[in-house]
């Protein structure tokens, strides 16, 4: 067991004062027996109503309305989690099936449609073709089949950070041969939907224990892919991961769209608007005497 202290803090900065309609937060893990909530704290530099729900998916949401007006909006969230890792590698799997098609029971599938259906075209088949090209024995087990993808991106593509929003397709990360964590995780997403495969966009934090990690230092995304046996397993593209202890799940959604830490509405005309975020994530005791 590890306990983390994570500090996440969202600036916009406006041209002009505004004022602000709701603003949705996806920034605290769910208790789980993988994650458990020690201290939280959320601060904003406006007064405002706060409401924590949880969304279709399970989802911690909290809804804040920012209250008056102002030229610029901080939200700061401080967790202190333990983590308790599961190895990939401890499992057991006594169907591991194969690599096409896997195989849910019925009372699975009723639950998983909805992440196996892509939400992306593929008109010039870009995709197919890439996939394609990672198919091997038709009798590969899944994990096998899962771990290999997982290596291939990491390995194939460039990592370039990019602090505009959004995610590029798969055929764009496919053609430009670079991204960032958030297209490599929708790439794997999306290939392993077309092979009948569960998969989510997870998003959340991912710590950096000595040796440097890709998407250290902001928010992260990874794919999560059902697997019967073995339930729900993370695997993160962008490093080369499975099952890590050092990643830190916040949220896990159908598309990328879904999974913002922050949105909101502004009312009023900003003029030059600046986004600023910085995320901390580390071993309680070393952050407590960097303080």
Known sequence: MARLGILHETRYSYARPVSFGAHRLLIRPRDSHAIRISEASLQTSLPGETRWTYDAAGNCVCWFTPQGQADSLTITSRLVIDRFPAPLTSLHVDDPHTVSPIVYTREDRAVLNPFIVPATEDE???LLRWLRGQMERPDEPALDFLLRMNRTIHDQFDYVPR???GVQTPAETIAQGSGTCRDFAWLMVEALRRLGYAAVFATGYVHSPGAAVRGAGSTHAW????LPDLGWTEFDPTNGLAESPD?????ATRTPGE??????????EPGETHLDV???VGLLDALEAAA
Request: hydrophobic share 45%.
């Open 124 to 126: 010039d088949r870009v």
């Open 163 to 165: 602090e505009e929003a």
């Open 223 to 226: 794919c999560e892919v059902f």
């Open 247 to 251: 990643l830190i799940r916040v949220a």
């Open 259 to 268: 999974a913002r830490p922050v949105s909101g509405t502004i009312i009023g």
């Open 278 to 280: 910085r995320v901390e």
